[in-house]
């Protein structure tokens, strides 16, 4: 390092939860979704003057975004209390929980047509992913009067 670097860093972080009375697969009450999502973003820029109209800029950048859904039942027989609508459980200190049901293609056989969800009925129910990506990137960066001329490279690690 010396007088003509710039050196910086950011971080910003999110927590965005969400939660719906109607989850994304079911129209109808009694299954809310709980949505947590997340997002981590991270750059270190160091910026080194060349001369009086070259500027070498190089950064390193890192994001995680995440988001993991879960669902409820708020109409279950927990603890032995509450309704079951005639639906048992036959292992024993388990809830019995409502069964999910999903009618598509009501009035003709082709996609695009109104469906009927109840309950969690998406292959993304009580899961979720991260995805990490490093960024390292370079550029040169010259001007001449009124011109600015930038060159360089950068390239993406993706990681799911």
Request: glycine letters at 10%.
């Amino acid at each position: 390092m010396s007088k003509t670097d710039r050196l910086s860093f950011k971080y910003y972080f999110q927590n965005d939860p969400v939660t719906k009375p109607y989850g994304f697969t079911s129209k109808v009450g009694g299954f809310p979704s709980n949505e947590q999502n997340t997002s981590q973003v991270a750059a270190i820029d160091n910026t080194l003057n060349v001369g009086s109209r070259m500027n070498l800029e190089q950064r390193l950048g890192y994001i995680r975004m995440g988001t993991y859904t879960t669902y409820n039942q708020t109409v279950t027989n927990t603890a032995g209390t509450g309704p079951t609508f005639g639906i048992t459980n036959p292992v024993p200190g388990v809830p019995a929980l409502l069964p999910s049901i999903y009618i598509s293609e009501f009035a003709v056989n082709a996609s695009g047509t109104p469906a009927l969800d109840i309950g969690p009925n998406s292959t993304f129910v009580n899961t979720g992913y991260y995805q990490n990506r490093l960024n390292p990137s370079a550029n040169m960066i010259y001007t001449i009067g009124q011109h600015t001329i930038i060159a360089g490279g950068s390239f993406t690690f993706l990681k799911r």
